[in-house]
Structure formats: structure tokens, C-alpha cells
Nanobody
Framework: QVQLVESGGGLVQPGGSLRLSCTASRSILTVNAMGWYRQAPGKQRELVASMTKGGVTNYADSLKGRFTISRDTAKNTVHLQMNNLKPEDTAVYYC??????????WGQGTQVTVSS
């Protein structure tokens, strides 16, 4: 199991940007994949973006071009750069890690609110 701590959420105006960070308790190269999910009020949790240990990325189709996942292996951190934010991006964003044995770990979540 790996512990995950998110940071970087907050209130931003439409069209603005935010960068979320997720720091793991051990090397992110020891997990099979890491990703970001989000959950808006009254909706199911959905995948935003993910990255495998080998660096292959995957994005929700609706977010391609606005969101970018990246990592800093030296700091055991995965980032989510979010640009041109819209009110419908308002949600709690969760970091996720999937171990080689398929065990999933979740962070506590960070709130992102897009509003004028």
C-alpha cells in the first residue's frame, strides 16, 4: 500500500489554470500506474488522466488538450496541469495508485472550484 497526499486545489475563475500535485510515500516507479480521478456532487467518480510506470498516458476524451498529467520521479510526485478551466470541472480531485498486485490506494482528495 502507498500513501498519497494531494495538494494544489482551490478556487479559480473560468479560463484559469491550476496545477495539482500528488506525493507518494514511496517511489512511484514501484507502482503499476498512477492517475487522477474526480467526483462532482451527485455524480460518479470518473477518470481524468493516468500514467503507467512506463510513462504511457491516458486521458478522458472530453479533457484532452486542456489537462496534462506528468511526473517527477525524483520527488515521487505526479502532477495534473489543468488549463482553461470551466465551471463543469468543479469537483473533488483524487489521486490514485495501482500496485503491481492491482491493489488501489487513494488520496484524501482536493477540492477544485471553478467559479466567477
Amino acid at each position: 500500500q502507498v500513501q498519497l497526499v494531494e495538494s494544489g486545489g482551490g478556487l479559480v475563475q473560468p479560463g484559469g489554470s491550476l496545477r495539482l500535485s500528488c506525493t507518494a510515500s514511496r517511489s512511484i516507479l514501484t507502482v503499476n500506474a498512477m492517475g487522477w480521478y474526480r467526483q462532482a456532487p451527485g455524480k460518479q467518480r470518473e477518470l481524468v488522466a493516468s500514467m503507467t510506470k512506463g510513462g504511457v498516458t491516458n486521458y478522458a476524451d472530453s479533457l484532452k488538450g486542456r489537462f496534462t498529467i506528468s511526473r517527477d520521479t525524483a520527488k515521487n510526485t505526479v502532477h495534473l496541469q489543468m488549463n482553461n478551466l470551466k465551471p463543469e470541472d468543479t469537483a473533488v480531485y483524487y489521486c490514485n495508485a495501482v500496485s503491481i498486485s492491482r491493489y488501489e490506494s487513494w488520496g484524501q482528495g482536493t477540492q477544485v472550484t471553478v467559479s466567477s
